[in-house]
């Protein structure tokens, strides 16, 4: 362990923080991100408003590491944010939004951070920053890259503030990184995952209601564009891990609506593939920078099977008998058997913990006989 351990430091001194699109200057045009390179300042930019019944729930354990990596670190802001920030503005114009409205943008990190900036400063919200991994991580999005692109905003964020935009009840909008391990990821790599949330990390029903909030708009990594599809309104899009409090929210009568933004929406090349066995599946190549974000099992194709996304690989059994798996390029093969029993036993684990949901239930029965 600890020689692993000591690997990891090497590495890490020898292959200096690596950022996408790193930015000289900040959202405000100006170099004053470097005013920020420390954890009080950067913490003071992004927390809320003295006084915000929504404090207790914000997350400081990822800023803490800004400390040591000052001078090797810049902002960032990546074509992946600019597309998020588009998509953000179809969920502005669906009128969902509002002081009514608490907001869940579980989507990268950095896309999770641009979209509630522009949430802050169209609307109002208070970013509520849950980050909490711990410093070093094996995830896609490594910590580096949610602090770039806080950096790249902070100064922003520290305007709002002054200026009075930031008001201590307003609504929420809690910030996630998607890409986080979660009961899925431990069951297939039997590696304890890195953090997950708990129902005590967000506001009860009852806390939500007393503040006024009477409904609640959740965000993924989907190919929604921001929009309101009625097939994809369903807790299944919700992570594993935050299901227990959103479940309660909705029993408590709180409303609970679901789209997607894909950040690298605009670098999607539709072609079939025409490899011998592919084309007349119709699967869609995909630029290199486009990643399957973890999906724990779920409805896929209007009931054309079961899905499930996994190591930047979709997991598909269809109801034909078909099971294979596709990777981020579209390239298709077949499932080997171990991914199978894998995929198989998860979706079990999936149907024990939304009993209701009786879709799924019925189509994994047809696909076993």
Known sequence: MLEEQLEGVIKQVENPLKIISPQEMDSTGSAKWTEYLN????????????????????????????????DMIKPRYSEGEKNSVEGIEQVIKSGLLGEETAVMLDSGGPHSVAMAVRLAERLGYQPIIMFHSPPVTRESNKLEEILATMLYFARQMSSLKETGRQRPHAPPVFVLDSHRNDRLEQLLT??????????????????????????????????????????????????????PSVKKWVKAGINTFYTGISPWEHNIEYRINERKGVANSDIRTLNPRLRYANMAPEV????????????????????????????????????????????????????DLQPDNVTLSELYSQIQE
């Open 39 to 70: 954890s009080q300042r950067l913490t003071e930019a992004w927390q809320p408003i003295e006084g915000s019944p929504y404090m207790k729930f914000q997350k400081t354990t990822s800023i803490a590491p800004i400390d040591q990596v000052g």
């Open 190 to 243: 039997r590696v304890k995952p890195p953090y997950t949330y708990e129902e005590q990390d967000f506001p009860t029903a009852e806390e939500f209601l007393r503040l006024g909030i009477k409904r609640v708009v959740y965000l993924n990594e989907g190919n929604e564009s921001g929009k309101f599809r009625q097939s994809y309104q369903s807790i299944n899009r919700v992570r594993n891990d935050l299901q």
């Open 300 to 351: 896929y194709g209007d009931g054309k099977g079961i899905s499930m996304h996994k190591n930047r690989q979709r997991f598909i059994i269809a109801n034909k008998g078909e099971s294979i798996v596709i990777d981020e390029r579209g390239f298709k093969r077949d499932m080997t058997p171990e991914e199978l029993t894998d995929f198989r036993r998860e979706i079990k684990n999936q149907i």
